[in-house]
């Protein structure tokens, strides 16, 4: 695509996943095309953009989104291809997914369906993706280590010259709400002097399998306040925090149970003032790695490079036993991913997080 075409795009929409890490992960590229095409109206449209609202919306620059349900019906998904095709966007660009699980090629096959029928003048999307031929009039093959950069490199099909310094996610949320809120429970608690580990127990709606069992969770939590003396705060949505009272049921220790108490923005600055947090494949991961807080990972049925590697400061515990990709239940019925990991594996790998966060 010329320099003369680039200059023509006017409105572009960016087809991707909702929550958390997908909108986090998906920054740089938005800040890359809002800085090289300041007039140029950008879209996001993809499932459960609601859920990473507050991160869209403290965003420096206007983004317009259109939400897509999972269980839109026939009718809805009829009204909201009207409204993409009122925007007569000149531009439609599908990022790079892993193809090798059943969820996955679905989803893009759903994306660049919507594409198609959006009317958009210049269609990109990986040449890898199933079908592309019949989808994409600009076929690439994106370039890169990890999710961040996969995504930049399409960028470059329209002639934009990248850096280093290009990819690296940012929040830009206003922490003064947030620091009121909690250095209100710090001084309840007594918590100023003492470090500060967050557990997320939780893998987002429907990825069960990404989950580390309760009793883990306990064990690990009762020698991390005998060995180091710490607090441990959960973190999480709602529905997490009945989970979280069982594993506190199982526990000898007093923990913090936050779950479906905090704000978006009140849980990144929870993550950025703690020393350390643990956490399996998850929104609050990508939050740990844009505000540099040490993270242990818990690393389910999910490639290790693909999403936290852009970050400096994780650690990964990743024992995929069979090298499946299954986004969906476990084909082995006993989640081995996860149950392979023991509580001996994570210790292993906090003492040096939390020296980290010292220096």
Same mark, same amino acid.
Not at 303 to 321: C, D, G
């Given at each position: 695509?010329n320099?003369?075409?680039k200059?023509n795009?006017?409105? /572009?929409?960016?087809i ?7 909108i986090i992960?998906?920054t740089?590229?938005?800040k890359?095309?809002?800085?090289e095409l ?5 879209t996001?449209?993809g499932?459960n953009?609601?859920?990473?609202a507050?991160?869209l +919306? ?5 983004i317009k989104?259109?939400?897509l349900?999972p ?7 009829l ?5 993409i095709?009122k ?5 439609? &660009? ?7 699980h059943?969820r996955?090629?679905?989803s893009?096959?759903k994306s ?6 959006s009317?958009?003048?210049y269609?990109i999307?990986?040449?890898? #993706? ?7 009039n600009?076929?690439?093959?994106p ?13 470059e099909?329209?002639?934009?010259? =990248? @850096?280093?310094?290009? /990819? ?6 206003n922490?003064?709400? /947030?620091?009121?809120?909690? @250095? ?6 007594n918590?100023?002097a ?6 997320h127990?939780?893998?987002?709606k429907?990825?069960?399998?990404r989950?580390?069992?309760n009793d883990?969770? #306990?064990?690990?939590?009762?020698? =991390? &306040?005998d ?6 705060l959960?973190i999480?949505d709602?529905l997490?925090?009945? +989970? ?5 049921? =199982?526990m000898?220790?007093?923990t913090?149970? =936050? ?9 990144a600055k929870?993550?950025k003032?703690?020393?350390l947090?643990?956490?399996t494949n ?9 505000l ?12 290790? +490079? ?12 990743w024992k995929n ?11 082995r019925?006993e @989640? ?11 210790l292993?790998?906090? #003492?040096?997080?939390?020296?980290n966060?010292n220096?």
């Amino acid at each position: 695509m010329n320099k003369t075409k680039k200059e023509n795009i006017k409105k /572009a929409c960016f087809i991707i996943g909702g929550g958390i890490g997908n909108i986090i992960t998906f920054t740089p590229t938005l800040k890359k095309l809002n800085k090289e095409l300041p007039h140029t109206q950008i879209t996001i449209l993809g499932n459960n953009i609601k859920v990473a609202a507050e991160i869209l +919306e403290t965003y420096p620059y206007d983004i317009k989104k259109i939400e897509l349900s999972p269980k839109m019906s026939f009718c809805g998904v009829l009204n909201i291809l009207n409204d993409i095709r009122k925007e007569k966007f000149d531009l439609m &660009i599908l990022p790079s997914y892993p193809f090798s699980h059943r969820r996955a090629y679905q989803s893009i096959i759903k994306s660049s369906l919507f594409a198609v029928l959006s009317g958009a003048k210049y269609i990109i999307g990986d040449k890898k #993706a199933p079908l592309s031929f019949l989808f994409y009039n600009i076929r690439i093959i994106p370039k890169g280590r990890n999710i961040v950069e996969l995504n930049l490199s399409i960028l470059e099909q329209l002639g934009f010259t =990248l @850096n280093k310094d290009d /990819a690296k996610p940012e929040l830009f949320f206003n922490f003064v709400e /947030a620091d009121k809120n909690l @250095n209100l429970f710090i001084k309840q608690y007594n918590l100023a002097a003492k470090k500060l580990i967050v557990f997320h127990i939780g893998s987002g709606k429907g990825y069960y399998n990404r989950r580390w069992s309760n009793d883990k969770w #306990a064990e690990l939590g009762d020698i =991390l &306040i005998d060995k180091y003396k710490v607090s441990i705060l959960f973190i999480g949505d709602k529905l997490e925090s009945m +989970e979280v009272q069982k594993i506190q049921n =199982l526990m000898k220790q007093k923990t913090f149970n =936050l779950a479906g108490e905090l704000s978006l923005s009140e849980t990144a600055k929870l993550i950025k003032i703690s020393n350390l947090i643990v956490c399996t494949n998850s929104g609050p991961m990508h939050i740990a790695a844009t505000l540099e807080t040490p993270s242990v990972v818990l690393m389910g049925p999910t490639l290790k +490079e693909w999403w936290p590697s852009y970050s400096r400061t994780s650690i990964i515990v990743w024992k995929n036993k069979c090298n499946i990709l299954c986004e969906g239940p476990c084909r082995r019925k006993e @989640n081995i991913c996860m149950t392979s990991i023991t509580v001996k594996d994570v210790l292993k790998v906090i #003492a040096p997080q939390l020296k980290n966060k010292n220096e």
